[in-house]
C-alpha cells in the first residue's frame, strides 16, 4: 500500500493497485494530442491563450515546449504576464525526469507546431454553438485514423500515456457527455467556471441532436480529439496498458469509447487533485457512471510552492492540462519521487523557464 | 556461425557477428522514409511508377501499401502490367511475419500518404541537373529535425531499421557521394542501368559545387532524403542498434552522416543480395571505403519463385526498395525463418495481392 501515500485511487481500485504495481517497471510513451475547435472563439470561454487571436497558438506552443524548453511558433514564453505558466510545465518536468518519451500527434490544430509530429490530416472542429463541429464521415475518419495510431504507438511501449491540448475542449467535452446521457459538470482552465456561458453554448448545441447515434453526436457537438482518441485508447487498450492523462476531456472520450468499444482491463485515467477535488465538477463520480476502471489522482504539491505562478494551479488555476497528471503519476512510478522531490523538480523548471528569454 | 548460412557478412564482420546476436532478443522497429527529388522526372531515370505522372505517387501508395494492404493515393495494385511487384511486398511479408511495427516519416514526398505518419515539413528536392536541389538552410532544417526523429524513434526500441522510397535516388546518392569524393558505381531498379543518363546528370550538377562543406554539397546535389536518414542515424545510434536497410541511397546517407557524426558501433546496413553481387555497381567496397561498418546481406530465395514477377527481383528488377533487405534480415533474426519460409511468405503475398482488386 505504499501508492496511498503517493496516489488518490477511486473507481476500480483493485485494478488501479494491479495497474500500479506492474507499471513501475515497465516502459512509458507519453502521446501528446493537439487539436482545436471554434468553439474556444467564443468570448469568455477559455482561459487557454491570452486573447483570442493568440488561443490557436497555444497547442503547438505547449508542443514546442515540451519539446524544446521554448515555443517556436510564439515569441513569449508559455505563461501569463502574472507569471502562471502552461501546465506543460508539469508535463515537461516529469517526463524529463524519468527519461519518458513522447511524441506530437497533429489531430485538427489550427496552427501546425515547429517540430516533426505525428500528422493526421484532420480538420479542427467547428463552432458548437453555431453549426455542426464535423461531417460524420470526419468523425469516421478520426476514429479509423486514431485506431491506427493507438495500435502502432501500442506496440512501442508498455503503457501508453495519452494527453490532450484542445482550446475550449471543456464545453464540447460537456455538450457530447450531455448528449450521451451522462450528467456532467465539468472543471474548467478558469478559477470562476464559467458555467452559465458553457451552459448555454450546450444547451444550443444539443438542440441540433437528431439521433442518438454516438457518430452523430460527436459531428454535431464534439471536436476531432474526442473521437480520435477514443480511436487510439480503442486498439491500444488491445495491447498495452493505456492511460488517459486528463480530466474532463478525458471523461467525454471515456464516454464515446464505450460506445465504440476498448478493453478496461487495461485502461485507467489518471490526473491531478486539483480536478478530483474540484467541487464545482463531478469527476469520480462521472468516470463512474461510464466505465469501471481506476481513476488515479496526484496531488503534485504546488500549494506549497515558493513562487506564486505555480501555487496558482492549487487555486483553481488550469488545474490540469497537457495530460499534467497522468505524466506526473508516470513521472513518479517510474522514478519512485514522491510530491516534495516533484515539487523541486517543478520549481526548478518553472524559474528556468521564468528567466529566460 | 548459424547466422553463416542466412546472411552474407561484409565490412566489419565481427561486429555483424555481434549485431545479429544480440538484435534477434530484441524488439525491432522499421520506419520508412517517403521524400522525392524532381531529378526523377528527368525521361529514362526510373523505374519507380509506371510513368511520369504517375511518379511522385510511388512512395505515398507505398506506405499505404505497407499499412493497408493495399494502395489509397492509386486505383491500382503496386505492380507492373506484366506483374511485377514493388519491392514493398518482400517488406511487408517480412514485417508481418514478425509483428514488427513500422512507421511512415514524410521528408519531403510531392504527394502525402492517406494515413498517419509523421511529418517534418521538408520540401521535395529539385532537379540536380538543372538546379540546386535545396537550400542549405533547408539541409540544415533537414539534419536537425532527422535528429530529434531518429533519438524519438530509437528510444521506442532495440534496433531502429531505417528503409526509404525515393524514386530517382539513386542518381543523387550518385552526385553526392562523388562529390564527397568516393568512386561509386550505383545500383539501379532497371536490368539495364541507365549508367550514360546518371553520369551525364551528375556531370552536370557537379560543376555547380563551389565549396567542400557538406551541407552546401548535398544542398546543391542531394535530396531532402540523405540529410534527413543522416540526422535520425546520427542521434539514434547513440540509442540503439540502428539498421540502414537500403542499397546505393544507404551509401550516400552513410557517407554524409560520416561527415556530421554518428556512432559506428550500434550501425549497420542490411540490403538484398541483389545489390551485393550487382556487377554494375560496388556496393561493398563503396560502404567499406566509407566506415568500418557491418554489412549484411540476404538473399530473398526468389530466383526459386514459382511467379515471374517475383523472380524478376534475382534477375536484376528493383533489386531493394522500400527497406526490403534490412526488413528480412530484421524478420529472419526475429522468427528463426530462412529463405526457403521466406519465399513461402512472400509468394503468398504476391499471390494476395495480383488476385486482389
Redo the contacts between chains.
Sequence with gaps: MTFVRKFELYGNTDQAQNFLETAKSGKF?FSFVISYTETCEVPGITFAGADKDSIPFTPPADAEYL?YGYCKTIDNIPMTPDGKPTPGVLTKSALESASI?H?T??AGSKI?P????????LSFGKNISAQNAMTDYQVSRAVD?GR??GR?MA???DCLVIGESIPGGTTTALAVLRALGFDAKVSSSMPDNPVELKNQIVNSALKRIDSDHPYSIVSKVGDPMIPFVSGMLSSASNVSNVMLAGGTQMTAVLAFASKIGFNLNNTSIGTTSYITNDKSANFVNLVEQIADIPIISVDPGLKNSQYSGLKAFSEGFAKEGVGAGGSIISSMLKTGNDSTKFLDLAEKEYHRLSTSL
Design positions: 510513451l519539446h518519451p511524441m500527434i497533429n501546425l515547429q517540430l516533426p509530429f505525428l500528422e493526421t490530416g485514423y491506427i495510431v502502432n506496440s512501442l511501449t
